[in-house]
């Protein structure tokens, strides 16, 4: 069974910085793209990046684009995201989600979120 | 302002058949696949058809898409009341280089 656990979330204040965990089991961490895409409270889904499995590619939204960067561990099935020079708006539930072999933005399966919340 | 455009509510009663849109441009759902998740209330998304047309294995035969030109869309027939949720569409867009989503349907079961 895939399971995907984030972690890392809190409250920090804006300017700073938070580093987002995935823990990832079930499946062939290395042979998957896996992404990021957050939720505002009450808001729609906006997908923040993703880094493929072959090569570790990666792609970023503008919106976050120098500020943010994802990376993984293959050995530790782990998958990150460093976030820095936070802003309010950058406030939101955080999903780990994996891709599917031949699509890597298609996210089959997404973990429970972590929560951001940026504010002085 | 999401770069995919969709109804932000629709609505039917149970059994009835109900099409959610989703328009887009030549950079994302004209060069791309789209594809849907559900969103059930206090929940994370799911997968619900991707690749245009697609169903993942557990999504039942009630859920289609389609595509044409700029556009999508994500029908449900037999309408039931558990399939009230948040609909999303999404699609890679060549010129952002990035995924794009809509900014979701809300689908009331009446």
């Known amino acids: 069974e895939v399971q995907l656990l984030e972690s890392g979330g809190g409250l920090e204040q804006p300017g700073g910085a938070l580093r987002l965990s995935c823990a990832a089991s079930g499946f062939t961490f290395s042979s998957y793209g896996m992404s990021w895409v957050r939720q505002a409270p009450g808001k729609g889904l906006e997908w923040v990046s993703t880094i493929s499995g072959s090569d570790s590619t990666t792609y970023y939204a503008d919106s976050v684009k120098g500020r943010f960067t994802i990376s993984r561990d293959n050995p530790k099935n782990t998958l990150y995201l460093q976030m820095n020079s936070l802003r309010v708006e950058d406030s939101a539930l955080y999903y780990c989600?994996?891709?599917?072999?031949?699509?890597?933005?298609?996210?089959?399966?997404w973990g429970q979120g972590t929560l951001v919340t940026v504010s002085s | 302002q999401s770069v995919l455009t969709q109804p932000p509510s629709a609505s039917g009663t149970p059994g009835q058949r109900v099409t959610i849109s989703c328009s887009g441009s030549s950079s994302n759902i004209g060069s791309n696949a789209v594809d849907w998740y559900q969103q059930l209330p206090g929940t994370a998304p799911e997968l619900l058809i991707y690749?245009?047309?697609q169903r993942p294995s557990g999504v039942p035969d009630r859920f289609s898409g389609s595509k044409s030109v700029t556009s999508a869309s994500l029908a449900i027939s037999g309408l039931q009341s558990e399939d009230e949720a948040d609909y999303f569409c999404?699609?890679?867009?060549?010129?952002?280089?990035?995924?794009?989503f809509g900014g979701g349907t809300k689908l009331t079961v009446l």
């Open positions: 999404a699609a890679w867009d060549d010129s952002l280089i990035g995924v794009v």
């Open positions: 989600a994996k891709g599917i072999l031949g699509a890597t933005v298609v996210n089959d399966h």
């Open positions: 690749s245009n047309d």
